[in-house]
């Protein structure tokens, strides 16, 4: 086994020093002097359901001093975006470089039907099937490309990606891992997911102390000004400066190992805030998160960026970072590292189902102008969300609108239709309340982002008009039922002068990956090519198409020959 171990290892060095040969050199034209002379690590720290409340953005309620440094050691971005509201759609164009509404991940969510559903009688909402979204073949986790480059991919933990994770996607994902479990000098791509600030912990917190006096907090204007609203927005900060320190611990800690001059740091929220007109909504306020970038460097500390970044941008950035060429068929386009494509127009996002409330829209957005298409204008703005309902702020709301003690700007979110389209100047506007989609000074702007819309869906095969159910049987054909991946194929070839052997392994099923793991080995690799095996072992493959089930195991037991 000893064999084994140093050929594995011998293969990864060569790869780490084929990065530092030809593919590491990440710096761009506008990122002079950084240029790593080996392969970069990477560090995700991502929160939930948090808009850019933080003081690097001109909001000092909750006390964040370890993102505040990061910030000032860092770049800022002040024009990033989700593509939906929501977080499973949001994470499966992260991982995937693709659109949700291209690769049928743009229901939140698909893979179990809620309790909720229990509670309607909407046919259409009862008619919900449970699957998985199944991206064209080609379509990987971004994950699986740095692997097969030799890093070393952790996930702490969530994933909701609106498909069950590929075994090949993460050398590691659970609550423990950590970039601390690699191979010696292993460069690494390491994910910590934090819910601290996740919508639910509005409520499920509100037996903590309160470390925010609701009365210094602004509100937005489609918020009445009573006390269970401004104890919920608190309690949203309050979430927001106990996260803060949840940062700092993984950033001493990246300190403590010698890594914080090797590694880039990229913190992220995977949408915008967790309170109602926020979270599941196409206004800033449900899209806009807040981006920071450091530097091993700290070039361009304290730096600022009004480019528009979309979620879909992240995987190829990723990609451009580590040297690694981008996919053709990956949507977005790098805003990092040598791959850097030029700034964006536009970004796109998406509206549909929000557990049994069933809708359709879209938005585009430049750096001024926000443009939405409501494809189903005679539902109404607030639709049966039971899980939303739980918190206070939303039952105040739903109290008020009864009792007609919303006023024209607050009740605006209550109409029971929709306009077929809305228009908003973010500049004079920010809370986008006034519709200007029928004012005439702005018709050429309605006219733009009409057409770039609609160019988008053209482009990028929006899914979103199908029923779910033929999405399904377009998916899964013919019958909507879940395909099985093949099970892999190994093949051997003895070695003429030295007893090793050439394993190959394949799989019948297009655009599958193939894991693979030695003995008793607990962790799944993934395979890229053939192997080389010295000695006695027992090798087991399986291999996965996203959005198929899995398949089967296969084993194959090599025995060496004696002479």
Known sequence: MDELRDWRFYRIWMVGLLFGLIGCSVGTEDEPGFRPTKPLNILWISVEDMSPRLAAYGDPTAYTPNLDRLASEGVKYTNAFSVSGVCAPSRAALITGMYPTSIGAQHMRTLARTAALAQVTDPEALAIPVYEAVPPPEVKCFTEFLRAAGYYCTNNSKTDYQFRPPLTAWDESSTQAHWRSRPADMP???VFNLTTTHESQVWVRSGTPLLIDAQNIELPPYYPDTPIVRRDVARHYN????????????????EEDGLAESTIV???AD????????????????LRVPLIVRYPDKKRAGGISDELVSFVDFAPAMLSLAGIE???????????GSQKGRERDYIFAAKDRMDPAIDTARAVRDKRFKYIRNYRPEKPFVQFIPYRD?????????????????DDVQSLWFRKEKPPEELYDIESDPFEVKNLADVPDFKSKL????????????KTHDLGMLPEVEL???MWPPDGVQPETETPVFSCESGSFDGTVQVDLTCATEGASIGYKFDDSRRWQLYTGALTIQQTSRITAKAIRIGFKPSREASLTLTRKAH
């Open 188 to 190: 690494f791509f390491s």
């Open 239 to 254: 979430n927001i400066q106990l996260m803060d320190a949840e940062v700092g611990l993984i950033l001493r800690q990246l």
């Open 266 to 268: 990229i913190f992220f």
């Open 271 to 286: 949408h915008g805030d967790g309170l109602p007109r926020a979270k599941r909504w196409l206004y800033d306020s449900g």
């Open 326 to 336: 981008i996919p053709s068929y990956m949507q977005g386009q790098a805003f990092l």
């Open 390 to 406: 739980q918190m206070g702020l939303m039952q105040e709301l739903l109290r008020l609108e009864a009792e007609d003690g919303l």
């Open 447 to 458: 006219e733009e982002l009409r057409n770039a819309h609609e160019d988008w869906t053209k």
């Open 472 to 474: 399904v049987r377009r």
